[in-house]
């Protein structure tokens, strides 16, 4: 091909951009939920602790004092006994041995309880995080997904030395990408998770502490947590202020996100597809033309040609290494796909080959049983 006929298809193409009038109507169709759950992997690695806690409750004795008849005195302590040397007006008789007969006398009443505050704040911190689960239970049913629906009606016509071209094309564009719930911790699904915790929470409200502090009617505790010796030192108790405080801040990751949109696209998009147009009028030219210089090399020229002022256009800082860079890459992803497309052929074959020789094989050895 000479200077003379290169300059004719350049100004060809240039005449076909040019007078191309062209309409690209987009339909979008999105919708994309996506679901977090860190919460899980939180939630599963405290746990523990807190069970640790449950079963070892921490627990203080209450002194209840009161005045009781000598009769109805359950046992006589020291305590008792200095109450009585305290108030005299108590003692009834004093026998001539030195005996002292009461009337009545102090009763000490030693009970153990569980209504503390670390107790308390186990018991509120058990409350929310039950309500919390059984709301991201009801957040996160179903499953991640992304879908999104793009039909696309392109259409365009241009001139070109006296040749009306024209196109029409119609493309449904479907991306869908479907996530199960991810499991973790040792493998387990999503369901058997979400089983796991909901077993322990439960189990946790049918312990003593929970039960007792449940029939007291016990205030919950409010933040900020008051920073005493056991919660400041116990390691259990560490970590079960540290889920206090990410349920007090937590706030959801989850996305969900809808658009349905009509509209006419005059950007990249469109772009491309008047690109489209004008590579098929290059290849269907050439394909048509008489012409002997019009080669095969000839026509890969004129496509690379084009191609790359495209890309010019599209990115005025690319260089001509990116350029090589690009057209490198794409090579080597195109003979990776050859070489696994040859693979599964030669497989086909050997396993086709097999079976036949194994069909062989039997009816030989049937033959042989026969004769």
């Not at 502090?213 to 947590?225: G, N, Y």
């Not at 990249?268 to 590579?279: H, N, P, R, T, V």
């Not at 020229?301 to 002022?309: C, G, S």
Request: charged share 35%; with cysteine; aromatic share 8%.
């Amino acid at each position: 091909m000479d200077n003379h006929e290169e300059e004719e298809i350049l100004e060809e193409d240039d005449l076909f951009l040019h007078n191309l009038n062209s309409t690209l109507f987009v339909k979008r169709d999105y919708d994309e939920k996506q679901f977090d759950y860190e919460w899980m992997a939180i939630l599963e690695d405290t746990i523990p602790y807190i069970d640790n806690i449950l079963r070892n409750p921490k627990r203080f004795i209450i002194n209840e004092e009161e005045i009781v008849k000598v009769e109805l005195a359950r046992k006589v302590t020291v305590e008792s006994v200095i109450h009585l040397t305290q108030h005299t007006n108590l003692i009834q008789k004093i026998e001539d041995d030195g005996d002292v007969k009461p009337s009545k006398i102090l009763n000490i009443n030693k009970e153990e309880s569980m209504d503390t505050y670390e107790n308390r704040f186990i018991y509120t911190l058990l409350t929310d995080l039950r309500f919390f689960f059984e709301q991201r239970i009801k957040e996160t049913s179903g499953v991640s997904y992304c879908l999104d629906k793009r039909n696309l009606a392109y259409e365009a016509n241009t001139n070109v030395l006296g040749e009306n071209l024209k196109i029409s094309l119609n493309v449904s564009d479907v991306t869908k990408n479907v996530n199960e719930h991810a499991g973790d911790s040792a493998t387990m699904t999503y369901a058997e998770r979400v089983k796991k915790l909901k077993t322990q929470i439960d189990g946790f409200f049918g312990t003593e502490l929970m039960q007792t502090l449940s029939r007291l009617h016990v205030s919950p505790v409010r933040s900020p947590i008051k920073k005493t010796n056991v919660i400041l030192k116990n390691p259990n108790f560490r970590k079960a202020e540290a889920l206090w405080n990410y349920l007090q801040t937590y706030r959801s990751k989850d996305k969900k996100e809808k658009e349905k949109r009509d509209y006419f696209d005059k950007g990249i998009l469109k772009e491309e597809y008047d690109q489209a147009f004008l590579m098929a009028f290059i290849a269907n030219r050439n394909y048509m033309s008489t012409s002997s210089s019009t080669t095969e090399a000839n026509i890969i020229n004129q496509m690379m040609q084009r191609l790359i002022d495209n890309l010019l256009e599209t990115d005025l800082e690319l260089t001509e290494d990116k350029i090589a860079e690009l057209f490198e890459k794409q090579i080597r992803v195109m003979k990776e796909k050859n070489g696994k497309r040859t693979k599964r052929i030669f497989q086909i074959m050997d396993d086709r080959l097999d079976f036949e020789n194994k069909a062989m094989r039997d009816l030989v050895e049937l033959y042989r049983k026969e004769a």
